[in-house]
């Protein structure tokens, strides 16, 4: 029996030997194909990164560029609240110059007319309700120009910057 098992021991010891040495090759085939397959997923993940990277960049661009435009529209309404402040001081201006004008006239009605002087009871409130009435449409005037310059400043920025801003 030994000498049986002597004469086919080389028989069955040879297959095992063969099968490892094909376990070994195919291990190292499956070592190389998931090197494949690491070195693919991590071009992929490089690719995927420099895609992101161009992203956020490109969007940080487009950002930088909007915040700019909006900082130059803000610049531009505060250059026109500016001219509009100076209108309204002129305006100021010419309402002052204007009442001192009816203070004149109505001293020299005064000069000339002596019942308005005495106090005639039709004069004085005649002309009190004309100075009433002046220096009302002039107040009233004053605040309409200011609130329609400020209206006609932030509706105009508002559409600039909604044109500057809407995606092309």
């Given at each position: 029996m030994t000498s049986i098992?002597?004469?086919?021991?080389p028989y069955a010891i040879l297959p095992l030997i063969a099968s490892v040495i094909a376990w070994g090759i195919r291990g190292n085939m499956a070592n190389a194909e998931v090197a494949k397959i690491r070195m693919a997923h991590s071009e992929?993940?490089?690719?995927?990164?420099?895609?992101?990277?161009?992203?956020a960049t490109e969007a940080l661009a487009t950002s930088t560029q909007r915040i700019e435009t909006l900082e130059g529209l803000k610049n531009d309404a505060i250059a026109q609240r500016e001219v509009a402040v100076a209108d309204l001081d002129r305006v100021r201006t010419t309402?002052?110059?204007?009442?001192?004008?009816?203070?004149?006239?109505?001293?020299?009605?005064?000069?000339r007319d002596p019942s308005l002087a005495?106090?005639?009871?039709?004069?004085?409130?005649?002309?009190?309700?004309?100075?009433?009435?002046?220096?009302?449409?002039?107040?009233?005037?004053?605040?309409?120009?200011?609130i329609a310059d400020q209206s006609r400043i932030a509706g105009l920025t508002c559409e600039r910057a909604y044109d500057a801003l809407r995606v092309k």
């Open positions: 098992i002597r004469t086919l021991l992929q993940l490089t690719e995927w990164a420099n895609a992101s990277n161009k992203a309402s002052n110059r204007l009442r001192a004008e009816y203070d004149k006239i109505y001293r020299d009605s005064l000069r005495d106090g005639s009871p039709a004069a004085p409130s005649t002309t009190g309700m004309l100075a009433h009435m002046l220096s009302r449409a002039i107040d009233r005037a004053e605040l309409l120009a200011g």
